[in-house]
């Protein structure tokens, strides 16, 4: 089993910075994707980063040059630099990683931590 645990979030005005957390228990594999999506009040959820290690993070095209994601395989962690947050980043934001169980793709999510943008 996998477990996530987010830290992290929160009030912050516009064109502050926040910095997510991300703690993984379980067997993990650095070849296991991992990063971050959000959801805003009434959409749907989106991919905000990924990373995998040996290859180049991929971003939404909404928070490229904004948010950097990066990852310790030794700890097992992975955080979300946000910079210049806009209020349209407010949204729950929830780590995930995804594996393979039993030849089968799964997806493990945090519990989700809460950003809000506003002045």
């Known amino acids: 089993q996998v477990q996530l645990v987010e830290s992290g979030g929160g009030l912050v005005q516009p064109g502050g910075s926040l910095r997510l957390s991300c703690a993984a228990s379980?067997?993990?594999?650095?070849?296991?994707?991992m990063g971050w999506y959000r959801q805003a009040s009434g959409k749907e959820r989106e991919l905000v980063a990924t990373?995998?290690?040996?290859?180049?993070?991929d971003y939404a095209d909404s928070v490229k040059g904004r948010f950097t994601v990066s990852r310790d395989n030794v700890e097992n962690t992975v955080a979300l630099q946000m910079d210049s947050l806009k209020p349209e980043d407010t949204a729950v934001y929830y780590c995930?990683?995804?594996?393979?169980?039993?030849?089968?793709?799964?997806?493990?999510w945090g519990q989700g931590t809460q950003v809000t943008v506003s002045s």
């Open positions: 995930y990683l995804r594996k393979t169980v039993r030849d089968m793709p799964r997806t493990y």
């Open positions: 990373i995998v290690s040996g290859g180049s993070p």
């Open positions: 379980g067997t993990i594999f650095s070849f296991n994707p």
